[in-house]
C-alpha cells in the first residue's frame, strides 16, 4: 500500500513538473519512463555515516548556499572570495535573469529583478525549470533529469545517500545541486554521501505550502522608514533594489522608500505591485496580523509614484 502511494504521489509531482516546465510532446511521451524510475534508495546506516548535521545545520547551510548563489546574481563582489560557480549554473541563470553585451560584464535583467522578488520556493521552481531546459544543451536528456529530480524529492531530509549508487548524468546533478544547497556533500573513510535539505524536499511541496512556514523580516512605517531584521547580506541587497538603505547594523537593516529609489526599480522592470506584494509576504511576526500589513499610505504612494513615471514617460 505504501509503495503504491509513494508511486502515485510521484505521478502526481510529475505532473506538476511537467505543467510547470511547459514541456515539448516528446518529453510528454516519457512518463512512463520517469514513473519507472526506482524510489528513492535507502539511507546509509550511522555506522557508515557516524555523525550527521542536524536538521538545524542543514538548514542554515541550505540558507548560506543559496543567499550565495543569489548574491552572484545581484552583485558578485558581495560573494566570499573563493566562491566560485559550475558553468552549467551560471548558463541557467543567463537564460532570462542576467543581459549582456559583447565586451561587457553580465547585468540583470527585467526579469532577474523580478526574480529576486519572488518567494524562495518560486524562484527555486524557476532555477529548476531553466536547469532542465537546458539540459539537451549539455548532452544531457532531460528525462533523466526529471526522473532524479522527482526522486530526490522524496528522500528523507537530513539522511545520507551513497554518491556511488548515483550514475554519471546523476553525480554532475548532485554537484550542481549543492552549490544551489539542494544537497550537502560529505566524505567518510570508505565512501561519500549526499544529504537531501529542506530545499530538495520542497520540490514536492505547493508554492503555498513553503510561504505560510516563511517568517518574515521587514516592517514599513508610515513615514516611509523601512527596518529589515537580518543580518544577511542578500536582504540587504533586495532591499536596495527599490529602497535607499541607510545603514547596516548586526542584525538590522535601516533604510527609506523614496520616489528616486522607486524610480530606479521601475526603471529596471519591477512594479508597484511587485514592490508591495514583496513587502506583505515578508512582514515582519509583529506587524503580520495589522490591517493593512503595510501602511495604506505607503502603498498607495507607490502606486502614485508608478502612475507618474508612466504619465511622463508617455
Not at 526574480?115 to 548532452?139: C, D, H, K, P, V
Not at 518574515?216 to 543580518?231: C, D, H, K
Request: charged fraction near 20%.
Amino acid at each position: 500500500m505504501l509503495e503504491i502511494t509513494r508511486m502515485v504521489l510521484k505521478v502526481l509531482l510529475l505532473w506538476l513538473l511537467f505543467r510547470k516546465f511547459h514541456e515539448s510532446t516528446s518529453w510528454s511521451n516519457s512518463i512512463s519512463f520517469c514513473c519507472s524510475g526506482c524510489l528513492p534508495r535507502e539511507p546509509l546506516p550511522f555506522s557508515v555515516t557516524g555523525r550527521l548535521p542536524t536538521l538545524v545545520e542543514l538548514e542554515n547551510y541550505a540558507l548560506d548556499q543559496w543567499e550565495c548563489f543569489l548574491l552572484q546574481l545581484i552583485n558578485s563582489s558581495q560573494v566570499e572570495k573563493g566562491t566560485t560557480f559550475s558553468s552549467s549554473m551560471m548558463k541557467t541563470f543567463q537564460r532570462g535573469l542576467l543581459s549582456s553585451r559583447d565586451g561587457e560584464a553580465a547585468k540583470l535583467s527585467e526579469n532577474g529583478f523580478q526574480f529576486l522578488l519572488m518567494e524562495t520556493n518560486a524562484q527555486l521552481w524557476y532555477i529548476m525549470r531553466e536547469y532542465i531546459s537546458s539540459a539537451e544543451e549539455r548532452g544531457v536528456d532531460p528525462t533523466d533529469l526529471i526522473s532524479f529530480l522527482l526522486e530526490l524529492s522524496f528522500h528523507t531530509q537530513g539522511a545520507a545517500y551513497s554518491l556511488s549508487t548515483l550514475t554519471e548524468v546523476q553525480r554532475v546533478a548532485i554537484m550542481d545541486l549543492m552549490e544551489l544547497g539542494l544537497v550537502k556533500l560529505q566524505q567518510g573513510r570508505k565512501d561519500s554521501w549526499f544529504i537531501p535539505t529542506k530545499l530538495a524536499t520542497n520540490l514536492s511541496s505547493s508554492l503555498s505550502d513553503s510561504a505560510a512556514s516563511k517568517e518574515g523580516i521587514v516592517v514599513v512605517e508610515t513615514n516611509f522608514r523601512l527596518y529589515a531584521y537580518s543580518a544577511s547580506k542578500l536582504h540587504c541587497e533586495i532591499l536596495r533594489l527599490f529602497s535607499r538603505v541607510e545603514y547596516q547594523l548586526p542584525n538590522l537593516i535601516v533604510g527609506a522608500i523614496t520616489k528616486e529609489s522607486l524610480y530606479g526599480a521601475f526603471d529596471n522592470g519591477i512594479t508597484a505591485e511587485q514592490i508591495i506584494s514583496f513587502l506583505q509576504q515578508n512582514a515582519h511576526p509583529r506587524v503580520i496580523d495589522k490591517i493593512p500589513i503595510v501602511p495604506e499610505n505607503v502603498t498607495d504612494q507607490i502606486r502614485l509614484w508608478e502612475n507618474d513615471r508612466n504619465r511622463v514617460e508617455m
